[in-house]
Nanobody
Framework: QVQLVESGGGLVQPGGSLRLSCAASGRIFSINGMGWYRQAPGAERELVAGITSGGSTNYADSVKGRFTISRDNAKNTVYLQMNSLKPEDTAVYYC???????????????WGQGTLVTVSS
């Protein structure tokens, strides 16, 4: 019914930048909150950044000042601009969205398949 497709991951040197994108598709009526999570090997999944439908944002302390989340509501897409990347940012990054579908009578919690970000020299 709904699909989240991420792109933009890859290998980058410390201090470098990457931009992740996540596009939602399907019978979407509206999208409420959207966010990015990450999971490093052997660690639990953690929230990196979130953004409401009105554009309010929140960030994990570890990425404040380096990462910026944004969204394009017309394209049902959320972005994560990652600057000054550190080796400890290495993880699989997952997109998440709270989506209202036509005819659903509520909202569903959707996840992308994940995209790997590796920060290494």
């Amino acid at each position: 019914q709904v699909q989240l497709v991420e792109s933009g991951g890859g290998l980058v040197q410390p201090g470098g930048s990457l931009r992740l994108s996540c596009a939602a598709s399907g019978r979407i009526f509206s999208i409420n909150g959207m966010g990015w999570y990450r999971q490093a090997p052997g660690a639990e999944r953690e929230l990196v950044a979130g953004i409401t439908s009105g554009g309010s944002t929140n960030y994990a302390d570890s990425v404040k000042g380096r990462f910026t989340i944004s969204r394009d509501n017309a394209k049902n897409t959320v972005y994560l601009q990652m600057n000054s990347l550190k080796p400890e940012d290495t993880a699989v990054y997952y997109c998440n969205a709270d989506i209202e579908l036509y005819g659903l009578g509520g909202s569903m919690d959707a996840w992308g398949q994940g995209t790997l970000v590796t920060v290494s020299s």
